[in-house]
């Protein structure tokens, strides 16, 4: 569904939708250190990702992903990013308090576009490992 209002923010797809923010699934990548590869977590929109939670998942160090970094190594631009089609395979976790929903947002490749999906669609989509990610 492309929306003429921004969607580039879980609030502002939320608002755009007419959704709550926690039904949305923001794609957020990223970067294992030292690997330099990037790592996807779709999460429910009001969670923030615990990065040390995650860092000891992955037995590796955490970085935030830049927007260059984001463009560059999914192929999409911050505020659009999808929770499948990326450029390169992607090792994915998903938010387990997203499996509580009949339905779910995500974004669909730009600022201005989402999906409605089944936690049990993003999950078979993504092979994502649920994981509690508070
Ligand atoms: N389209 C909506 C959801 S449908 C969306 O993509 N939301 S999002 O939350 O997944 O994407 C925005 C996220 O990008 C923010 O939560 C934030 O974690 C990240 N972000 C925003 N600005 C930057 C930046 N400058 N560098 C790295 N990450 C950023």
Redesign the pocket.
């Given at each position: 569904m492309e929306l003429p209002d921004s969607?580039?923010?879980?609030a502002?797809?939320a608002q755009a939708i007419g959704c709550t923010v926690a039904q949305?699934?923001?794609?957020?990548?990223f970067r294992a250190e030292e690997a330099d590869r990037p790592i996807l977590v779709i999460a429910s929109?009001v969670n923030r990702v615990n990065e040390k939670t995650l860092a000891a998942i992955l037995g590796e160090k955490i970085g935030?992903?830049?927007?260059d970094f984001?463009r560059q190594r999914a192929g999409f631009v911050?505020?659009?990013?999808p929770p499948v089609g990326h450029i390169e395979p992607i090792e994915t976790f998903l938010d387990e308090d997203l499996l509580q929903y009949d339905e779910i947002?995500?974004?669909a490749g730009t600022?201005h576009a989402?999906f409605r999906l089944t936690p049990d669609e993003l999950a078979r989509a993504t092979a994502g490992k649920v994981i509690c990610i508070r």
């Open positions: 969607t580039r923010t879980a502002d797809a949305i699934a923001k794609s957020l990548i929109g935030k992903a830049d927007a984001v911050i505020g659009g990013v947002w995500a974004a600022p989402v």
